[in-house]
């Protein structure tokens, strides 16, 4: 893909990394706004599932979920950092027929992933759905809600919006899904508290946040932009690099982001429901971090995108000494808070069947926290179009969890896995400071773009 004009993309004057930091922090602000929501919200919804299930039919309903969420990682294009990191160029030159062809390509991907995802979600069912404690009552509902998980994808709408910069819609879009899942919940409770009308409200909640997301895209007429969009099957000529790009964006996104859900299926394989129910609660309350971390790195790709189109090297180490250093103070201070808030809100939300899940909780704001503390390592090196390098890391990091999880679990069970996740962790975060460390000193030869 040829480099767009200089001039298409300034670099403000002076310390360049300063701009790069307000725009982040400016759309970092639209989504935590939505995310506060949803971090209220989940007390009482996640409160409202676990006392009326009990820790049984909670880690049933958790296991169904996990997996569900799995699948759709596994399969799913993170096509919304495609569209960012080639929309830039057609977006400054306002070559509308590129933004069109990648914006259809973007979405089709998306489509096909859905389709695969819905055979394999079938066959999993088939062969181990009993191993994950999914009789035959719970298989039809469970396939049903996967089906929905996968088809309500909205990769392609969240990559638009933020390639638009118009990160508050996308935090309204992102704050229909606690909402929906609250009042879904109290609804569930009031007429038929089981776990298949969870999932009816949970799956309910996926589709109005799906179709809010598209409804934002038409509004601003990006969604008829897309229709135009015709001869998007040659994006790979048109942008040399794309499907590599696609392809290890989303090998180090499945690693990432379903290693949080690996655990749980393993300890509920190992354990059963109840211990599954258990850790699914603490890993609900501690994957608070992790969305910490993905919505910094959400909120600063696009602007590390665009600023390290002509960046210097000295911007380079600049911008990641900064991002080290703000993401590791963040983190520092979550931790506290965990370990002065964390036991309350446990108790508050589980009741006493719950309580075992307290060492499990902490372990897991551990791994949480070093997983924020390198956050700003894997955007810009994602941006960089060194996505190959993140996806080792991420792979060498799943490789050290399932070591720990074999060596740790027959001794201390649920909290075993959880300590492992922290290993597994503390081994991404070790690499990612080598390879920000080698970033940082080599020369650069060509643009990221």
Known sequence: MSSPPPSSSPLPSGDSSGGLFRAAARNLGWLLASRSVLAVLSLFYLGIATRSLGVVGFGRFALITGAAQTLATLVAFQSWQVIVQYGVGPLATRDDGALARLFRGSAILDFLGSIVGAGLAWLILDLWGEALGIGATLKRATLIFVII?????RSTPLGILRLRDRFALAAIADSVTPVARFFGAIGVW??????????????????LTAATYWIMVARSGDLGLMWRGRGSRHLAREHPGIVRFALSTNASSTLGLSSKQIPL?????????????VFRLASQIAQALAKLSQLISRAAFPEVVKTLRDAPPALLARLMSRLFLGSGLAAVAIMALVLVAGKPVLNLVGGRDFRGAWPVLLWLSVAGCLDLATTGVDT??????????????RAAGVGVLFGATAMLTPWYGATGVAMAVTVGSAAVAVLMAIAALRLSRAPRHNSPQ
């Open 265 to 277: 299926l393993l300890v509920g394989a190992a354990a059963g429901p109840a211990a599954a129910g």
């Open 190 to 207: 009031l007429i038929h508290p089981t776990v298949q009308g969870f999932l009816a409200a949970w799956a309910a909640a996926e589709v």
């Open 380 to 393: 810009v090196m994602t941006a960089m179009q060194r996505a190959g390098s993140v996806f080792a890391i």
């Open 149 to 153: 998980q996968l088809v309500t994808i």
